[in-house]
């Protein structure tokens, strides 16, 4: 039974092949040493851009000497899933365009080639409040090096814990087709996530732990600065209304009211996450966090656009993923090969509906769960056609999960104006 079914799932994805273990949380610690890993780094498009200050705020000394070693924790807006890749993808899909490696590029350049820079590259795809707590396998807090310079954090935390992908699988995409819930369903369930005091507590948990760890009380300039997300819609122009995500034929519309609750969620969650912040610090006497909203920086760059006919793969204005849609790294910096990606041992299961949806959900990875509901819908009713089967049977990438998982991401464009919002909030700071 399981090969006859294997045989119609390869009939529709002609490669799939999955590995049914939810993947080990591998972390990077990287130790910048100029100039050698230069040229990887001048790769980010920081090199083309004006280079920014780093504060001399986080400067532990107060002198002219730079801060010296950061560490990145959280989600995959953090990981950056999609921005490309220096040899093989890893577990936690960092990509080379996230802006903490660009802020780890001009960390390194502000050393003046001098100095060893410490970054450490924990934030992972999938990422819960629940996977960085200490105490948990893979613990991104019980990661954390503090014998590495240290001087400064980022945090991305929320989008996992409070159902964005339920949402945007229900709501837009809906991988699972009937089964996907009911987009009401999904954003109510977000919202209840969102109005509950449990992520909270838990990001405050999580807070107090890296403090804790970097022991705060003797390095009174250390902060972490916590990023949100952006809205993901234009929600007011008309011609989307028509217009659909859906991966499945008659997928759900674009509609103003889909759009404009989507982009609530957002505002919503950034919300909730400056309270937060503001809630931790008003436990010090000096702020130990700091909220960067650069929401409005996407403004003109989201989905649904005036005079744009979704889904549109060429616009590299829209700093969001599509579905398979290419990454906008400025021209030259970052090609991208489908070997880039993490492709699956090739002895490992076929996505196999019965199984997957475990393993999928443990890992929290949107492509894996993606690509799982994608098998079981097919399961369901083999005679389900994709809405774009052409586009898909000419993208040889189409099978594997960060072609799903990066959807709703920043691309590399956005990723620039997130290290540069903050930057800017950087700069407000005495
Ligand atoms: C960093 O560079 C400065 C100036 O060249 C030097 O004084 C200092 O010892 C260096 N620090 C390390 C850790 O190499
Ligand atoms: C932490 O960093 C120090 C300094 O580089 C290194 O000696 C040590 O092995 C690291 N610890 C772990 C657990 O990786
Ligand atoms: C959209 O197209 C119309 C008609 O071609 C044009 O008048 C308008 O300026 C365009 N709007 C934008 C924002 O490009
Ligand atoms: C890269 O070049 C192509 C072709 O000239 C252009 O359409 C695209 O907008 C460029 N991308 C960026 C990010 O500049």
């Known amino acids: 039974m399981k090969l006859g079914f294997a045989m119609r799932l390869a009939s529709l994805f002609p490669v799939v092949v999955f590995s049914g273990v939810a993947s080990s949380r591998a972390f ?7 100039p050698e890993t230069q040229h990887v780094l001048g790769n980010s498009a920081s090199s083309s851009h004006r280079r920014p200050q780093l504060p001399i705020l986080l400067n532990p000394s107060g002198g002219n000497v730079p801060p010296a070693g950061f560490a990145a924790f959280g989600d ?3 990981a950056g899933i999609g921005t490309g890749v220096n040899g093989k993808e890893d577990e936690c899909r960092h990509g080379l365009g996230a802006h903490p490696q660009l802020i780890a ?34 613990s991104q807090v019980d990661t954390f090096n503090v014998s590495l310079p240290v001087d400064f954090a980022l945090l991305s935390m929320g989008g996992n814990d409070l159902g964005f992908f339920d949402v945007i699988n229900a709501c837009v995409f809906r991988f699972y087709n009937f089964y996907s819930g009911t987009c009401e369903a999904a954003l109510a369930n977000a919202k209840a996530q969102i109005e509950s005091d449990e992520f909270d507590q838990r990001l405050n948990v999580i807070i ?13 300039s250390f902060l972490i600065t916590v990023t949100g997300y952006a809205r993901f819609f234009n929600d007011v122009t008309d011609e989307c209304d028509d217009m659909s995500f859906g991966i499945w034929w008659n997928g759900p519309k674009l509609k103003k009211d889909l759009r404009i609750n989507m982009n609530a969620m957002v505002v919503t969650v950034n919300a909730k996450l400056r309270k937060t912040v503001d809630r931790v610090n008003s436990r010090f006497t000096k702020d130990k966090l700091v909220f960067v909203d650069y929401d409005e920086k996407f403004d003109g760059h989201r989905f649904c656009e005036p005079n744009v006919t979704e889904p549109d793969y060429g616009r590299t204005d829209t700093w969001f993923f599509l579905v398979g849609g290419p990454d906008n790294a400025r021209n030259g910096t970052r090609p991208q090969h489908i070997s880039d990606f993490k492709t699956l041992p090739p002895n490992s299961a076929l996505v196999d509906p019965t199984s997957c949806l475990e393993p999928a959900q443990a890992s929290g990875d949107w492509g894996e769960l993606a690509l799982c509901y994608m098998a079981m819908s097919k399961y369901e009713d083999p005679t389900l056609q994709l809405a774009r089967g052409d586009f898909v049977a000419k993208n040889s990438m189409w099978y594997v999960p960060t072609y799903y998982g990066k959807t709703f991401h920043p691309r ?19």
């Open 28 to 34: 990077q610690q990287r130790r910048l040493v100029a």
């Open 105 to 138: 590029a001009d960390l390194l350049a502000s050393q003046g080639g001098r100095n060893a820079s410490s970054f450490q590259f924990l934030s992972c795809t999938g990422a819960t409040t629940q996977d960085m707590l200490s105490g948990v396998q893979d």
């Open 412 to 430: 590399s464009l956005g990723h620039e104006v997130m290290r540069d919002k903050i930057y800017e909030v950087w700069d407000t700071l005495e």
């Open 76 to 78: 995959s807006y953090s």
């Open 208 to 220: 107090t732990e890296i403090l804790d760890k970097v022991r705060w009380e003797k390095k009174p």
